[in-house]
């Protein structure tokens, strides 16, 4: 069994920052990428950014040069840092792990449960 849980969302104003942090939790041997994704209300989920576990990074255009992922491998956790936030950010941010290898050699895609991000302008 392996849980990733998400943290750091709330309220902010426009222009402002917030920083998201995911751990992975259970079962784990390792775990290659980690991404973010996030759905506004009446949208669909769209990636938001990626990062292997050798620290390569790819963002989605609307993000580039505001946001930031990394991770901390040693303690299985992934970070956004959000800068220069815009209304358009709202949205519900969910981490993800498409490939985790469990302690029994099996691989898992898994989810969080999201954290919801308000930008108020």
């Known amino acids: 069994q392996v849980q990733l849980v998400e943290s750091g969302g709330g309220l902010v104003q426009a222009g402002g920052s917030l920083r998201l942090s995911c751990a992975a939790s259970?079962?784990?041997?390792?775990?290659?990428?980690m991404a973010w994704y996030r759905q506004a209300p009446g949208k669909q989920r769209e990636l938001v950014a990626t990062?292997?576990?050798?620290?390569?990074?790819t963002y989605a255009d609307s993000v580039k040069g505001r946001f930031t992922i990394s991770r901390d491998n040693a303690k299985n956790t992934v970070y956004l840092q959000m800068n220069s936030l815009e209304p358009e950010d709202t949205a519900h941010y969910y981490c993800n792990a498409p490939g985790v290898l469990t302690t029994a050699r099996s691989y898992l895609g898994v989810w969080g449960q999201g954290t919801l991000v308000t930008v108020s302008s």
């Open positions: 990062i292997t576990s050798g620290g390569l990074t």
């Open positions: 259970g079962s784990i041997f390792s775990i290659n990428a």
